[in-house]
């Protein structure tokens, strides 16, 4: 499996935060603030893969463009980012090896940190 950095969703994340579009939530709260499945595909329906997949880390060359699976590393919920999703993405990507996602998804929680002052 093939899995790098997706620069364009990764510039979009950073700029989000800067315009205070985020949610600083706790670690645990993925788990409820994940979009669902139907979710994720009301938001293909309606927008497309390319911008679905402007809210992933990385993107999985084994697959298609066209395809879900082709997007790993999801931070937020199609309208802001969110903090557990960041965390939750870094934490996937350590296990994983996935370096480069990895350290985006650290200076995105450094971008959080000076969001908030």
């Known amino acids: 499996?093939?899995?790098?950095?997706?620069?364009?969703?990764?510039?979009?994340?950073?700029?989000?935060?800067?315009?205070?579009?985020?949610?600083?939530?706790?670690?645990?709260?993925?788990?409820?603030?994940?979009?669902?499945?139907?979710?994720?595909?009301?938001?293909?329906e309606k927008n497309g893969f390319s911008e679905y997949g402007k809210w992933f880390l990385g993107v999985n060359d084994e697959y298609s463009k066209d395809r879900t699976r082709h997007y790993e590393f999801p931070y937020g919920d199609f309208e802001n980012v969110h903090r557990c999703g960041i965390l939750a993405a870094q934490s996937r990507a350590v296990q994983s090896k996935y370096f480069d996602v990895e350290n985006a998804a650290a200076d995105l929680v450094a971008v959080l940190k000076q969001s908030r002052r």
Request: hydrophobic share 30%; glycine share 4%.
């Open 1 to 44: 499996m093939t899995v790098k950095l997706n620069e364009g969703a990764y510039e979009r994340a950073k700029r989000l935060i800067e315009e205070g579009k985020f949610v600083d939530d706790e670690r645990e709260a993925w788990s409820d603030h994940h979009p669902s499945t139907q979710t994720e595909e009301e938001f293909i």
